[in-house]
Structure formats: structure tokens, C-alpha cells
């Protein structure tokens, strides 16, 4: 018997009752479960603030594997292994942005970076088999996204066991670029308010995505060059530009990045962006707002429109496998306007997409209304502010057997990779926190 498993291993009493396995699946919503426990488990389960289970895990073992995994969740703060035969996916921002050109590379280019260890071990503990790291300065081309894979993935850190990923996708990015014109009325053309996407030097804050599975790079498909207004029915407030800027003007803020993963004899396609933060203005929540229609649009025929920067056109097929990944922002689900309706709402309506909705310990610990939440920061009283900024969504044609964001409860395994306000600004931690979802491809 494993070490864990002995760990797991135990008795303990509910009211002085003994529970049956089944009784407990059936409490944690373990599927194949009872239909419910007995009478008297029942009043045993409700007798008190302080009852405790009472059952012997081997008895579990060979019956219900996903009880194991659940209780590994729930009580350790552990990330239980994926089934066999499910694809883990998850998405990471990951705070290896720096604040000029070259630091992240040459930062990452040997072992010793703290910050880097710190955001190694996070992905080492939830041991994604695809990972999409974003908020990633990618100005170097792929040169910082290898040696962080070899000097810090590849390596284990904190107790966990390195990751060896031999697939690694990265590409430009429109964030620092400039556009060529003075988009923020300031009479200089140059710098940071006449980039195509938010950054103070190219390649800052992009994305880096890494797979233990074959990537059929010869069918990526990026749509970093796609001009906004080429979208119909866009959002593009055109009194804030001037017809010459609209012309030039990109959809993307960072990019669009469609990546087949070869899984078997199964193609996923993860489908990957980090759209401009909508509450920074009012054309960033219009852009913001066709950054994520533009997903929508392409994978349910409406993307007539979309040609890629190879000048491939259309969208995706419509019997494709696809993940959603990404910092995506907290207006996610919310219409910008009574014409412009929440693009993700209406996947959900449509049933295009299935989301698994991941919950957490230490968020529901925050705040039981906001058990989803991604992304925690402090409001100037110091009130914790908890948002669902990052998703994980696969494809209605998928199933999700299971999902989680990594955010343990004060104590639990990894909750020093979690701190939140002040202390993770201290840290040199991000603010946000890892999204996982199983889908189950056999």
C-alpha cells in the first residue's frame, strides 16, 4: 500500500455509528453511489458540528477509486492524479512577466529563481498533461519558455516530481507592439497607449503552452494579425478612433491560438487566449467583449469572417474536440450591451461548450458565494475581492470527470503557493490561481 493510501487509511467515528462506503460516496457526491445513506446514517451525519466519519478506506479502494481522489481534494488540499485515460488540462497566470526586455530569460536561464520555483511547483502539484501559461514575457521567441521547462518544470520542486514536457508552443504576441499611430491622443506616436495590446515592450505578457502529447503544429492556427474590424457586427467604438486607426486596429489584445493536440488516435484542439482586461476602459471592455465572441463565432459556424495569419478562412469543424483556455476577465458572462450579448453565455445556453465550473477549498473558505473564484486581490480597504477570471472549457462532445482551482485551505499541502493581497505582492506570487479539468477521452 502506497503512502498516501496509508495516510488515508483509517477510522473514525461519525455519533458513534459505523458508516458504510457507500453511504459516504453517496454524502460526497461520488458517482455509481447509493441512492442515499440509511436512517440511521442519516441522523449519525446530522447529529453535530463535530461527527466524523467512520470507514476503512481499503474496503473504498477497489469499488470507488474516485472516493480516494475526492477525500485526497477535500481533506489534504492534494490534487488527486488524473484517471487513466483522461487529458488534464489547466490554465495559469502565471506572473513571469518583468518589466524589461530579456529579464524573464535570462531569470529562467539557469536553476535559483525563486518566483520561477514557486510557479513550477503549483503546476508540478496539479501535474497538468496540457498547461497554458499566460501572463509570460515572450520577447526572446521561445528561448524563456524552454529553459523554464527544462531549468524548473522538468525539475522537482517543494516535494513534487518534475514534469517532463516535450511539447512546447510559443509565438508573437500583440501586446507592446506598436501600431503606428497615436491611439491615446497624447501627439507622440510610440509607447505603451499605441501598442495593439497592453505591454511596455513587445512580447510582454504573452502566453507559453506546454503538452505532454504531440502537437500537430502543421494545422496551429493563429489569429494574432486578424484586424478588428473585420468582425460583423463589432463593438468597435468608432468615436474613440479616428476611420485611419480603425483600419489598422487588431482583435487580439495578445492572441488567438488554436493548438491541436494529438491524444491517440483523438485530436484536441486547445483553443487559447488572454483577452484585454475589460475594466480598464470602456473600448477595452468593447474589445474585450469581441475577444471572446471571436471564440464563439469560431466554433459554431459563424466565422466566415476569420482568416488566420497563414490566410487559412473559416472556423472550426464542427465535430472538433476543443478546450477553452485562459485568463479570460471577470465580465466573462456579462453583455456589454443590450446588442452585444455575453459571447461564453451564449455557448453555455447553446450547449456548445460544457463548463465544469471548478471549485476550491480556500475560495469557498473566502467566500461560500464565490467557490469558483480564480483570481483574489484587495479592494484600498483591504476587503478581499474574489473574481472568476480564469477557464477551462471543453467542448459540449467531451465529458469532465473531474476539475478544481488550486487554491488550498491555510495549512494544506501547497497553501504557501496561494497567498492572497499583500502577502502574494510581497511573494512575488500571482494573484490568480490554477484551473485543471479531466476529460475523459476512452
Known amino acids: 500500500m502506497s503512502a498516501s493510501l496509508r495516510r488515508l487509511r483509517r477510522r473514525v467515528l461519525l455519533g458513534g455509528a459505523l458508516v458504510p462506503v457507500a453511504a459516504v460516496a453517496t454524502a460526497l457526491g461520488i458517482p455509481g453511489a447509493a441512492a442515499a445513506p440509511g436512517p440511521e446514517v442519516h441522523a449519525a451525519m446530522v ?16 469499488e470507488h477509486p474516485d472516493l480516494v481522489r ?51 511547483e503549483t503546476v508540478q502539484r496539479a501535474a497538468p498533461d496540457v498547461v497554458l501559461l499566460t501572463d509570460v514575457d515572450v520577447d526572446g521567441g521561445d528561448e524563456a519558455a524552454r529553459d523554464f521547462r527544462t531549468n524548473y518544470l522538468a525539475v522537482g520542486t517543494g516535494g513534487q516530481e518534475g514534469i517532463d514536457y516535450p511539447y512546447v508552443y510559443t509565438a508573437e504576441v500583440n501586446n507592446g507592439v506598436d501600431t503606428g499611430a497615436d491611439l491615446d491622443d497624447d501627439g507622440v506616436i510610440g509607447g505603451t497607449g499605441d501598442s495593439f495590446g497592453p505591454g511596455e515592450f513587445a512580447g510582454q505578457h504573452g502566453m507559453v503552452l506546454y503538452s505532454r502529447y504531440p502537437l500537430d503544429t502543421g494545422s496551429i492556427r493563429t489569429f494574432r494579425d486578424l484586424r478588428w474590424d473585420e468582425m460583423p457586427y463589432n463593438a468597435l467604438p468608432e468615436d474613440d478612433y479616428t476611420e485611419l486607426e480603425r483600419s489598422v486596429l487588431r482583435l487580439s489584445s495578445t492572441a488567438h491560438w488554436d493548438i491541436p493536440v494529438r491524444v491517440g488516435g483523438r485530436t484536441v484542439h486547445v483553443l487559447a487566449s488572454q483577452p484585454v482586461d475589460p475594466a480598464s476602459g470602456e473600448s477595452s471592455a468593447a474589445r474585450h467583449h469581441d475577444e471572446m465572441r471571436f471564440w464563439s ?83 484600498g480597504e483591504g476587503e478581499l475581492v474574489l473574481d472568476r477570471t480564469d477557464f477551462v472549457l471543453p467542448s459540449a462532445s467531451l465529458s469532465t470527470s473531474a476539475s478544481g482551482v488550486f487554491w488550498p485551505l491555510p495549512g494544506q499541502l501547497g497553501s504557501h503557493l496561494t497567498p ?9 506570487l500571482s494573484e490568480h490561481r490554477l484551473v485543471w479539468a479531466d476529460v475523459t477521452l476512452g
Open 47 to 62: 447529529a453535530g458540528r463535530d461527527t466524523r466519519l467512520a470507514f476503512d478506506l481499503d474496503d473504498a479502494l477497489p
Open 70 to 120: 475526492r477525500l485526497q481534494w477535500m481533506r489534504a488540499g492534494e490534487v488527486p492524479a488524473a484517471r487513466p485515460g483522461d487529458l488534464r488540462v489547466a490554465t495559469f497566470s502565471a506572473g513571469l512577466s518583468r518589466s524589461v526586455p530579456g529579464r524573464l530569460a535570462e531569470e529562467v536561464s539557469a536553476p535559483g529563481s525563486e518566483r520561477a520555483e514557486r510557479v513550477a
Open 297 to 379: 463565432d469560431y466554433v459554431t459556424g459563424r466565422g466566415d469572417y476569420i482568416t488566420d495569419d497563414a490566410g487559412r478562412s473559416g472556423g472550426l469543424a464542427r465535430d472538433s474536440d476543443f478546450v477553452l483556455a485562459g485568463t479570460f476577465g471577470d465580465r466573462t458572462g456579462t453583455a456589454l450591451d443590450e446588442d452585444h450579448p455575453s459571447a461564453i453565455r451564449a455557448l453555455l445556453d447553446a450547449e456548445v461548450i460544457r463548463d465544469p465550473e471548478p471549485e476550491s477549498a480556500g475560495a469557498r473558505a473566502a467566500d461560500r458565494d464565490e467557490a469558483t473564484a480564480t483570481h483574489a486581490v484587495r479592494d
Open 420 to 428: 492572497t493581497g499583500g502577502d502574494a505582492d510581497r511573494a512575488g
